[in-house]
């Protein structure tokens, strides 16, 4: 007989001191389960990247649950994936400003980019959702670099999707986690 589903409830949201709302500017929030999840075979673990480690150009995943469409406010029922790669810093920003946000644009170091393919990113309904990347040498594990976050349109050509740096937030998720009394361990490697 299959396990009953258990209603999965947060104890407490830790919003980034400095988010800001209007531009998502340090988007990024810690959500404190009441109960842990029970790891299986479609749940796991993903490790934070280290600190200040370079990804440009990296293969890496995301995952949704995306919208069914943009009228509809009814999600997926099946999980997404696409692999997408890291943009460098560079040439997100000229492509966000020739996209359409103009030569004065500049992005925030909160955030990293990553796709830019035609038909493949992340869109409406993905936010909130990881990109993970695999950790070099270490076969089927993966870090998680991003946060989706936003973007100017989903799978338009030479235009990325914006998504959290984690790397940025490691120091903070730390500071977080130990004054949680977690240990800071379990997403290393």
């Known amino acids: 007989m299959p396990e009953p589903l258990i209603a999965i409830t947060y104890f407490q949201v830790i919003i980034h001191p400095h988010y800001h709302a209007p531009s998502l500017r340090n988007d990024i929030a810690l959500i404190i389960l009441d109960a842990p999840f029970k790891l299986t075979e479609n749940v796991g673990l993903a490790c934070l990247p280290k600190e200040r480690r370079q990804m440009d150009n990296n293969k890496c995943i995301a995952t949704g649950w995306g919208k069914n469409s943009y009228k509809k406010e ?54 909130g959702s990881p990109l993970m990347c695999p950790v070099v040498d270490q076969p089927g594990r993966y870090e998680q670099v991003g946060i989706v976050s936003w973007g100017l349109t989903c799978g338009i050509q030479n235009t990325p999707g914006v998504y959290v740096n984690i790397d940025l937030f490691r120091p903070w998720i730390d500071h977080v986690m130990k004054s949680q009394d977690f240990d800071t361990n379990v997403y290393k490697y």
Not at 78 to 89: A, D, H, T
Not at 100 to 111: A, D, T, Y
């Open 74 to 127: 009814t999600y997926q029922s099946i999980l997404k994936k696409i692999e997408l790669p890291i943009v460098s810093r560079d040439v997100c920003l000229r492509a966000l400003q020739k996209a359409r946000l103009g030569p004065f644009f500049n992005l925030h170091k909160s955030f990293i980019c990553a796709g830019g393919e035609e038909n493949k990113d992340t869109c409406k309904g993905d936010g």
